[in-house]
């Protein structure tokens, strides 16, 4: 049994949480900025260690805990702390990810950021340029036109499908209409980008019965991540905050064996756009600037 002691004056907030689709959790966020995701059975108990909290009167405790999301956004006034330009495009983006309900404490609601830039062939990236930046007005799904329209043939293909079905009176179960196959975020993403780091190495072999995935289909190339996000039709995966600040996922620094390439080299380190130069943090740091450009605000 594992205990954890947090101290009541260093609460900060306190959010109702869902674990496996049932809210049965609760995140507790400290001064520290730390948070600490805890799960209870049964569901009753999640009401019973809230009330229990807040009986204690923690003193620097907001009571967001009751709120929807929508009038959280609203309490919290951030939205026009980021209007009048005094928080970051990043620190907003996590705010709306914490209150959407995602968190870096649970793989299936792990925070989405997106992508940002869309040239990963130019030796130099010139930020003021807005050709260098992905639409923002559009989902990564529909940023190719040619694969749009191939995914709305699909799609419309099995609305006649439903429509024949029920015209004969066919019982037979079928799926209903959908445009994509996959999603813009899951466990299988956060590990796809992050494998070369514990815990997420083992996450990984946990998931594929020990085994790493066939090379070329694992996280090696930025360029070609971006590609198959573009052309894929069953590849619209977003990005994760650490593509914004954190370099050593970039880096196979555990010296992990991921297998080999089509060429027979070793698949290691990840391959970078060139106006990185081969460097993981210019790359971090041209994407938190392209992030915070005006562009994007």
Avoid at 144 to 163: D, S
Avoid at 249 to 269: C, E, H, M, Q, Y
């Amino acid at each position: 049994m594992i205990f954890r002691s947090i101290s009541l004056d260093s609460i900060t907030k306190l959010y109702r949480r869902n674990y496996m689709l049932r809210s049965t959790a609760i995140e507790i966020f400290t001064k520290n900025n730390r948070s600490y995701f805890f799960v209870f059975e049964p569901l009753p108990e999640v009401s019973k260690v809230v009330q229990a909290i807040f009986k204690l009167r923690p003193p620097f405790l907001e009571d967001f805990f009751s709120l929807p999301a929508a009038k959280l956004l609203k309490k919290m006034n951030i939205t026009e702390l980021w209007r009048r330009r005094q928080i970051s495009n990043f620190d907003y983006l996590m705010e709306l990810n914490t209150i959407a309900g995602r968190t870096y404490n649970d793989l299936s609601q792990y925070p989405v950021f997106p992508w940002i830039i869309a040239d990963y062939t130019s030796s130099q990236l010139d930020l003021s340029d807005p050709k260098v930046y992905r639409d923002l007005t559009k989902p990564i799904g529909a940023l190719n036109e040619a694969r749009l329209e191939k995914i709305m043939e699909r799609y419309f293909e099995l609305v006649e499908q439903q429509e024949k079905a029920a015209e004969l009176g066919d019982v037979v179960d079928l799926p209903p209409p959908f445009m994509y196959g996959t999603h813009y975020s899951s466990p299988a993403v956060v590990i796809f980008y992050l494998v070369r780091l514990e815990p997420y190495t083992t996450n990984l072999l946990n998931l594929q019965s020990g085994k790493f995935d066939h090379p070329m289909r694992m996280f090696w190339s930025i360029p070609e991540t971006w590609q198959g996000c573009l052309t894929n039709p069953m590849d619209v995966k977003e990005l994760i905050p650490e593509f914004f600040y954190n370099p050593a996922f970039l880096s196979n620094v555990n010296d992990i064996n991921l297998g080999t390439a089509k060429t027979g080299a070793p698949i290691g380190d990840i391959v970078l756009p060139p106006w990185s130069q081969g460097s993981p943090e210019t790359f971090v740091q041209m994407n938190r600037r392209a992030l915070e450009s005006e562009y994007v605000s």
